[in-house]
């Protein structure tokens, strides 16, 4: 079952590009958050929507919100793609895909390639936003800053 709006997220770990373990425990009932899967590092698509979640990371971060970006790359790919471009939010690896298939994440562009999808995530942990598209990555950050805005408002 995908994750839906009003859907509590489930407890997930993951190792982040520090290669430390990430907990959302952590978070959950501290901050909202901003959880974006996309299909790999270094791709044409992928690389504009982190740069544009990176050139926006600020006003996130002021609202009171974190952004981490989840897909199956390696934590070394990670590190390097966070390095190359100047990303200051989580990246986290899912190489064995338990956390897209934890959040029910379908396949995008006719099932070839990990679809992309962000989930806006209120500071108790229920999603207030799912948005699905896999064409436009980078309208993502707007629907991501403007969801952010109503609920800590």
Do not use: W
Not at 28 to 49: D, E, R, S, W
Not at 128 to 153: G, M, P, W
């Amino acid at each position: 079952m995908p994750i839906e709006l009003g859907d509590v997220i489930p407890h997930f770990t993951a190792i982040d590009t520090n290669e430390e373990k990430f907990d959302t425990l952590e978070y959950i009932g501290k901050k909202p958050l901003v959880i974006y899967f996309y299909p790999k590092n270094n791709t044409p698509g992928c690389t504009a929507q982190a740069c544009g979640f990176r050139d926006q990371y600020q006003d996130f971060t002021d609202l009171g919100a974190e952004v981490i970006g989840i897909s199956s790359d390696s934590v070394d790919s990670h590190n390097a793609f966070a390095k190359q471009y100047k990303l200051p939010f989580i990246l986290l690896s899912d190489t064995d895909k338990k956390i897209r298939k934890l959040f029910g994440v379908p396949s995008g562009l006719l099932g070839v390639l990990p679809g992309r999808v962000t989930y806006i995530v209120d500071k108790q942990g229920k999603v207030v936003l799912v948005f699905d598209d896999s064409i436009n990555a980078t309208k993502h950050i707007a629907e991501a800053l403007e969801a952010i805005k109503k609920i800590v408002s």
